[in-house]
């Protein structure tokens, strides 16, 4: 959008929604599904439910998959078939949610596979992201008095140790 008195221009964003068919997207996976940052949508028709696991198995890897169904048993038996495919490629999955907003809960997993993220195995988000910022240093065969008072066999520190296994 162009402002009057302004030197510059502004774009303000647009919510987004597409169309297309699952043909469409197992033919050219890479042209649809490829991650999109802001509102947008897309909306991929099907005919037999056999389609979506395939169009499932066909993504990259995602930081999120959402499954919109019921509690019905054929909904659950086709959730059945897509979580495991749905998470061999998202870090969070969620059941009639929109993946919107982390929180810094200890269940809260905001990463997945590659190229979601380049590192799978770490969070940016919840308890567990702070093993990001973590680099571990073995300490072999030191005098007590060198250790960091944590490592020390007489826990001055008073934390939970494990010693000898």
Known sequence: MLREGKASRSVEPEATLLLTTVDAVLAEPEALVTEVFGPVGLIVTYTDTVDLEHVARALDGQLTATIVADEVDTDLDLARTLVPALADRAGRILWNQWPTGVSVTYAQQHGGPYPATTASTMTAVGTASIARFL????????PTALLPEALRDDNPLVLPQSIDG
């Open 135 to 142: 680099r571990p240093v073995a300490f072999q065969n030191f």
